[in-house]
């Protein structure tokens, strides 16, 4: 049963990690739109997987070094957070978005957390 137990929280924030990836992945397309160039969108999509391209780096060094995506994604999910208060948005806007965005990088960093104090 721990057997189980620790395979599933090894492997839980792991997979979780590249879901939230490709989820953040996806919504960086809204940049493609008819009226822009080829450029413009190549452009566009640099820009937007930025935060993508800094998740899969932590991803990978968190693969071994559990307290590096622990502290990495609690961060993110706080400075979304931050983001997303200090914009000039409805407080409603801004709640739904911080619950989709940080919310899911809350519950993998704490998942990594957790796996970093069952390896110690």
Excluded: C
Aim: glycine share 4%.
């Amino acid at each position: 049963m721990t057997k189980k137990i620790s395979r599933f929280i090894y492997w839980t924030p792991r997979i979780l990690s590249i879901v939230f990836i490709v989820f953040l992945t996806l919504m960086s397309l809204d940049v493609i739109s008819p009226e822009l160039s080829l450029w413009q969108i190549i452009t566009g999509l640099l820009i937007h997987n930025i935060p993508t391209l800094v998740m899969i780096i932590v991803l990978i060094v968190s693969w071994r070094h559990e307290i590096v995506g622990a502290i990495a994604f609690l961060l993110a999910g706080l400075l979304y957070i931050i983001m997303t208060t200090q914009a000039e948005i409805a407080w409603y806007l801004a709640m739904s978005w911080n619950i989709i965005i940080a919310g899911p990088a809350f519950l993998i960093g704490i998942l990594f957390l957790i796996n970093w104090f069952k390896k110690r």
